[in-house]
Structure formats: C-alpha cells, structure tokens
C-alpha cells in the first residue's frame, strides 16, 4: 500500500521559513519522480515544485520559484520541501504526491497533507 506521510506545517510569520518532509512506504521510491502540490483554502490544486526519480531535475511553478527548494534522500525514502520568504498567500494544505506524468504534471498518490499558514 503506498502510503505518504507529510510532517512540518505550522503557523509562521510572513517571511518566515517552514521545512515540510514527506516519508514514503509502499512503493520503489527511487524509482518515482515525485511533487509537492497545495491546496489553499477555497481554491483548487496546485502543483508547484516536482523532482526526478535520481533528482538530477527539478520544477518549480513561477509564483513560487526562488523561495522554495525541492529535495529527497533516496535512501530515506524521504520528500523534503524548504519554503522561505513566506507570504500569507502561500498558506495551504501542502500535499506530498507521487507523480504519474512529469511532462502533464500528474499525480496518483497524495498523503493526508500538512497545513502551513502564514501569518501577516
């Protein structure tokens, strides 16, 4: 069963920075590209950062780019998000997700999500 497991939300002050992790069973992990897609509140999906299997590539959408970094450890089956300069707007439910298609920018997987909300 695969099963994705977010931790590191919280509430932070604009500007702050958050460090959101995503341990992943259930699965060959290093042989899945895999993303980070929010939802905020009253808003539809966003897929805004992704990583290749062997994370020699990354995406990130452009509203985000420059504040986030994407990393994993393949080793530690583990899905790292690093957001900084956070802006009340980025506050959402940060979902960890396997990816299905890097070029449509799909997903089959989420977990259960983590909740970041910035405060101004």
């Known amino acids: 069963e695969v099963q994705l497991v977010e931790s590191g939300g919280g509430m932070v002050q604009a500007g702050g920075s958050v460090r959101l992790s995503c341990a992943a069973s259930g699965f060959d992990f290093p042989e899945y590209d ?3 897609v929010r939802q905020a509140p009253g808003k539809g999906p966003e897929y805004i950062s992704a990583i290749s ?3 020699g590539t990354t995406y990130y959408k452009p509203s985000v780019g ?3 970094t994407i990393s994993r450890d393949n080793t530690k089956n583990t899905l ?3 957001m900084n300069k956070l802006k009340p707007e980025d506050t ?3 979902y960890c997700a396997r990816v299905s298609s890097w070029r449509l920018k799909t997903t089959d997987y989420w977990g259960q ?3 970041v909300t910035v405060s101004s």
Request: hydrophobic share 60%; glycine share 16%.
């Open 34 to 36: 895999m993303a980070w």
């Open 53 to 55: 299997a062997h994370g």
């Open 66 to 68: 420059g504040r986030v």
């Open 80 to 82: 790292v998000l690093l």
């Open 92 to 94: 959402a439910l940060y």
């Open 113 to 115: 999500g983590t909740l």
